[in-house]
């Protein structure tokens, strides 16, 4: 999902998921287990498929959280790491892979915070990469990042990755409550307040 698509679902303040979404999401599981079971078995194919699926994803949850290329990509790289390590260990729930690697994410994201809380860091902000030809495209899309990260970090920590990973990463709510630790109706309740907060935020950058 797009940031100009997340700054819209803000504005508007809901979003429904509908059956079709619901049938895919099913189908989707059923194929990721079965590259699990691969990936497990040490097959190269679906090793890579781990990569290049969840690399990018853990990069653009970070920095929409930490604000650093260096650190996103850091992130990215250590939870993929972890995530192979574990993967002997990995058992299937009915819940999509994402689920367990972005609650992985979470963890070190949290423990992070806390190293960075006890010395101070300086930001080495630079954008999330762009591979967009057009140089005007590119500007508008860094400056919707830019406002939206800014109005993510306005919100509570909980908010802020229900916010992420349901609309940036595409999680269904019940993904959403394994990542967190808390119930589906926690986790309706830290949609609801944390798009109502960012439906202000945003309206308020905009007449700013």
């Known amino acids: 999902m797009s940031v100009q698509t997340l700054s819209l679902l803000a504005r508007e303040g809901s979003i429904r998921t509908t059956a079709q979404e619901r049938t895919q999401q099913s189908a989707q599981v059923r194929r990721e287990e079965e590259l699990i079971r691969r990936a497990q078995e040490f097959d190269q194919e679906a090793l890579g498929w781990l990569y290049q699926l969840f690399y990018p994803k853990l990069y653009n949850y970070a920095y929409l959280q930490l604000g650093d290329v260096q650190q996103a990509?850091?992130?990215?790289s250590e939870v993929l790491l972890r995530v192979m390590e574990s993967l002997k260990d990995y058992r299937f729930r009915g819940l999509p892979v994402s689920a367990w690697v972005f609650r992985i994410a979470r963890n070190y994201v949290i423990?992070?915070?806390?190293?960075?809380?006890?010395?101070?860091?300086?930001?080495?902000?630079?954008g999330i990469p762009d591979t967009e030809a057009s140089p005007h495209a590119a500007a508008e899309r860094a400056i919707a990042q830019d406002e939206l990260r800014l109005a993510l970090t306005r919100l509570?920590?909980?908010?802020?990755?229900?916010i992420i990973l349901k609309f940036v990463e595409g999680m269904d709510n019940t993904s959403v409550?394994?990542?967190?630790g808390r119930s589906q109706g926690a986790v309706k309740s830290l949609q609801h307040r944390a798009l109502v907060s960012l439906k202000r935020l945003l309206s308020s950058q905009e007449v700013e």
């Not at 423990?111 to 630079?126: K, M």
């Not at 409550?177 to 967190?180: E, T």
């Open 111 to 126: 423990d992070l915070s806390r190293r960075r809380q006890r010395r101070p860091q300086v930001s080495l902000y630079e």
């Open 73 to 76: 990509e850091d992130l990215a």
């Open 156 to 162: 509570t920590e909980e908010q802020r990755q229900v």
């Open 177 to 180: 409550a394994r990542v967190l």
